[in-house]
């Protein structure tokens, strides 16, 4: 049974700093990690997908890593800013079966402060 | 339309009572999918429908919650005689995915259904 786990569960960082969220999972066997950000009251918006056969994928200021040999995941935020104040999401995507249904972490809460 | 709409945004209820929370899809969206998030706590898989495959019901945690799904379109996940535990965000999201199985396509969430019961 795939578990996710994200660590830290929140974090605080001063605008302009690089950070890095972690994504851990149990089940190496994945079809693709991804990363979603949620905004209080709203869903959540995909941010980037890392097929299993891909190491990472760049979008803007972020970048998301992939290790399935060591079931891990990062994302990385350059500089960041005070809109980058979220929920960030990561999910895990099995191969198997006939769904496509998503495991998901906890999330970790980012503050960004100016 | 534009994006994927759930209403109510907000519904108080009574322990006991029947709710029905709606989802209407990205046109063109074959599969669509119900996700509860309780307070605190990731995303917990419900129900999952693709096309005129049977849906995925492993996720439903009892007898007293079922989803219909008409064609491609609405879908309303009802709740019977409500629970205080089952207070959460109810949260759908539809995607391109052509067939059953894992799938690329990027999933798109609607702003969900805060489920409160007394």
């Known amino acids: 049974k795939q578990e996710v786990t994200q660590i830290p569960a929140a974090l605080s960082v001063p605008e302009g700093e690089n950070l890095v969220l972690n994504c851990s999972f149990t089940d190496s066997a994945i079809y693709n990690l991804q990363w979603f950000r949620q905004d209080p009251g709203k869903g959540l918006t995909s941010l980037l997908l890392?097929?299993?056969?891909?190491r990472e994928q760049t979008s803007g200021r972020l970048n998301a890593s992939l290790d399935k040999s060591s079931g891990r995941s990062t994302l990385y935020i350059a500089a960041s800013q005070p809109g980058d104040s979220a929920t960030y999401l990561c999910?895990?995507?099995?191969?198997?079966?006939?769904?496509?249904?998503?495991?998901f972490g906890t999330g970790t809460l980012l503050a960004v402060q100016p | 339309g534009a994006g994927v709409s759930q209403s109510p945004s907000n519904k108080v209820t009574e322990k006991g009572k029947d709710v029905e929370l709606r989802c209407d899809p990205i046109?063109?969206?074959?599969?669509l999918y119900w996700y509860r998030q309780r307070l605190g706590q990731g995303l917990e898989f419900l129900i999952y429908?693709?096309?005129?495959?049977?849906?995925?019901k492993s996720g439903l945690p009892s007898d007293r919650f079922s989803a219909e799904r008409t064609g491609e379109s609405v879908s309303t996940l009802t709740i019977q005689r409500t629970q205080q535990e089952d207070s959460a965000v109810y949260l759908c999201?539809?995607?391109?995915?052509?067939?059953?199985?894992?799938?690329?396509?990027?999933?798109?969430f609607g702003s969900g259904t805060q489920l409160s019961v007394l």
């Open positions: 890392i097929q299993s056969s891909q």
């Open positions: 046109s063109g969206h074959t599969a």
């Open positions: 999201a539809s995607s391109l995915a052509r067939r059953p199985g894992p799938t690329n396509e990027k999933l798109f």
């Open positions: 429908f693709q096309g005129n495959s049977a849906p995925d």
């Open positions: 999910a895990a995507q099995n191969y198997g079966g006939a769904t496509n249904k998503l495991i």
